[in-house]
């Protein structure tokens, strides 16, 4: 079976050891965030992208073994099995690979191979396909196997079985399929044609021909739901003649009596089987790949949106805009809390804007509030509009448009039911766009990833495996930042390393039966979080509340010990630590030799880095060291807009094509990948990330189409 091991060190580029070790901490139960952080030295500080990517392939791979056991399993079953036939199963590098080989054996629905064979002329197909030289005609033999009883009323009919059995040979055979593939991919050209005349988003593949082996990710998908809409029709093109000289290589021996019968047999056979079941099976290639790269494209552009910066501190407003339900209204303070509550309607005319921008000017005076977040959705525009106006009087007060995808499935679910029963689904809605500015981390956990609004086609992607990929993004993310203990909510802690829903919840039912933890230690009180469930989020918790400064910083427990002793061979001790008298402690250490160190306090050079790390800035946000969000008190119409023009603005949207850059109007602009910089790049997210701040130029401006072309490299 396959060294598993081995062929991930290779692909990956890393010791061997490096990757059993991780295996077995896989296999034991940790996570890769424990194992990431924690377990460095095993694993020669490999970062949680690689060890991700190796969990998917030590799946993929065990999956594959487990396929090709069965497979021989059953083939041996049928008394079919042969050591040439086992050994090829086994190098088979692909589930793919294994399936082709396995055709031939899998249990069939009636076709009209196998119902040519319940008539008896299986042994005339397999002596026709030997093609000996010296073989009878097959008009000859066919003679033999003419049985009306069996259904064989004349040569014909016996000649067509065998071309049938024959056909299907040619299309189960894993050799030829192989090549073929390769073929297509290499050969190949994918056209779509319109199947309605009306105007629509595919109209850019209404007469479309793209190489296969050219054709980009986001182009299949769009093709692909083109034609599930029915405004596509989809074909793969080959040269015929070029593929039928492909599977007569393979099972065609010239001069013999049966050298005709033959061509004919085959050119059937790929037309009526073969050809179509490639096909099939190019277009899920090209689905599998562009929903691999769009899954991956998701999950780039899902963790900076996780981890932007909070605003700390400060009160702030939200506004969830509406038309016909009105704008509502939630302030919140600087934790979170909610401290007050309304509905106004700025969109319903003059007066009741004026009665509006009043009645928010008192909420900002009375509750002493510094920034507007304001929801992206419908009436948008409008709120922001009055807010600008309403912010002419209100100096040292500033808004930022945040997006509100997912607030509304937020708003109407059992969670925010639970945490705000005392609101209609609305103002819930208006308290969670509000926490997106203030600690976009803490309250985007409690949204489905799909439903966060950082990617494309996630309807049409595979949604377990979209799931999964996306779930990882936010456990890495919650575990890069640390969770405080005593005002996570539930859903923030199901995404610390080692806990689920159920000890979740019961950390917060601990919390308000016991009050605040004052520990690291007393997480093993909560029922169900034993001590293998410890070890794995202990070093993610932070205790601020804790006598031991350690409790508030990424050392795990399981080093407090080496961390102490650290501290005591350079002369400094966790008094120090807490009242942050060792800002100097990284030269300290490299002074005394960290190599050294690392020895005298029997820890690995990788764990004594992150806990000097760790001692400097106890307690650190990593998410501060970003660049802030930008706040305005004023906004541009797309009528202001014009060519030449330079800006500033937010990545909201990485994609294949470019990315999408919100410059304070209704509308985001494309920066087309051509224009993103100077040098090549395959992919927009080899540069830019979603939350970075641009400079921008505008290209041109489409106010019919509510389009907006940007350039970042022409603004340099």
């Known amino acids: 079976m396959t060294n598993i091991t081995e062929i991930i060190a290779t692909e990956l580029n890393k010791p061997i050891q490096y990757i059993q070790n991780v295996i077995n901490l896989y296999d034991e139960g940790c996570t890769i965030p424990f194992i990431a952080r924690y377990r460095k030295e095993a694993h020669g500080a490999m970062d949680d992208t690689s060890l991700r990517t190796l969990e998917e392939r030590l799946k993929y791979l065990r999956n594959l073994d487990e396929k090709k056991e069965d497979v021989i399993k059953s083939i041996e079953n049928q008394g079919k099995l042969t050591d040439e036939l086992k050994k090829a199963i086994n190098e088979a590098k692909t589930l793919a690979e294994v399936e082709d080989i396995y055709r031939p054996y899998k249990q069939k629905r009636r076709t009209r191979a196998t119902i040519a064979k319940e008539k008896g002329l299986e042994p005339l197909a397999l002596t026709i396909y030997m093609q000996d030289k010296k073989m009878d005609a097959p008009e000859i033999l066919a003679k033999k196997y003419i049985n009306a009883d069996l259904g064989v009323a004349s040569v014909e009919d016996a000649l067509q079985g065998a071309s049938d059995i024959i056909a299907e040979m040619l299309s189960d055979s894993a050799d030829i399929r192989k090549e073929l593939k390769a073929f297509y991919v290499k050969k190949g050209s994918l056209r779509s044609v319109a199947t309605k005349e009306e105007d629509s988003v595919y109209g850019v593949y209404y007469d479309f021909v793209i190489s296969i082996n050219r054709i980009q990710g986001h182009q299949v998908l769009a093709i692909n739901r083109g034609e599930k ?63 691999e790269g769009a899954i991956h494209n998701f999950a780039l552009n899902l963790k900076p949106l996780l981890l ?68 992206n959705g ?66 985007l956990v409690k949204i489905d990833p799909k439903a966060i609004g950082v990617g494309q086609y996630q309807h049409d992607m595979p949604q377990k495996k979209l799931e999964e990929s996306l779930d990882a993004v936010v456990e890495d993310c919650v575990n890069s930042v640390g969770v405080d203990v005593n005002t996570a909510s539930a859903s923030l802690l199901e995404r610390v390393s080692g806990l689920n829903a159920t000890t979740a919840g019961n950390i917060v039912a601990f919390r308000e039966e016991n009050g605040e933890f004052t520990s690291r230690k007393q997480l093993l009180k909560v029922p169900k979080l034993g001590p293998k469930a410890f070890e794995q989020c202990a070093g993610f918790m932070r205790v601020a509340e804790s006598k031991n400064v350690l409790d508030n910083t990424g050392v795990h427990p399981e080093s407090y010990e080496a961390a102490e002793k650290l501290l005591e ?41 992150d806990i000097v790390k760790e001692l400097v800035k106890p307690g650190r946000d990593p998410r501060e060291a970003l660049p802030a969000p930008i706040f305005r008190t004023d906004l541009l119409d797309l009528k202001d807009l014009k060519p030449g023009m330079k800006l500033t603005g937010t990545v909201r949207n990485v994609i294949d094509f470019g990315a999408f850059v919100d410059i304070g109007v209704h509308q985001d602009g494309l920066v087309h990948i051509s224009e993103i910089c100077d040098k090549y790049i395959k992919h927009p997210s080899e540069v830019l990330s979603v939350g970075d701040d641009v400079n921008v130029v505008i290209l041109d401006v489409n106010e019919a189409k509510k389009r907006i072309s940007l350039s970042i490299k022409q603004a340099k």
């Not at 809409?229 to 070029?242: A, H, Q, T, Y």
């Open 378 to 443: 419908t009436a948008s525009r409008e709120t922001e509009i009055m807010t600008a106006k309403m912010l002419h009087n209100c100096p040292g007060v500033s808004y930022m448009v945040v997006s509100e995808a997912g607030a509304s499935v937020y708003s109407a679910s059992k969670l925010a039911a639970k945490e705000f029963p005392q609101f209609d689904v609305n103002l819930r809605s208006a308290v969670s766009i509000a926490r997106r500015l203030e600690d976009p981390l803490a309250e």
């Open 569 to 609: 061979l350079c002369g400094y001790s966790l008094k120090d630590v807490k009242a942050g008298k060792i800002s100097d402690l990284t030269e300290v250490v490299k002074k005394y030799g960290e190599k050294k160190l690392a020895e005298e306090c029997s820890i690995g050079l990788p764990t004594l880095k």
């Open 229 to 291: 809409e029915g405004f596509l029709k989809v074909k793969l093109e080959l040269d015929r003649d070029e593929a039928i000289k492909i599977s007569e290589k393979h099972m065609l021996r010239p001069g013999s009596p049966a050298e005709s019968f033959m061509k004919a047999a085959i050119a059937d056979g790929y037309d009526r089987l073969l050809q179509p079941s490639v096909e099939n099976e190019i277009r899920g290639y090209l689905t599998d790949e562009a929903c």
């Open 308 to 375: 932007q910066p909070p605003v700390k501190g400060k009160v702030t407003m939200g506004l969830d805009p509406g038309y016909r339900m009105g704008c509502k209204v939630a302030v919140i303070d600087a934790t979170g809390k909610v401290l007050d509550t309304t509905v106004v309607y700025p969109t319903h005319g003059e007066k009741q804007e004026a009665e509006c921008i009043d009645k928010l000017t008192k909420l900002i005076k009375k509750w002493k509030v510094e920034h507007i977040a304001i929801g």
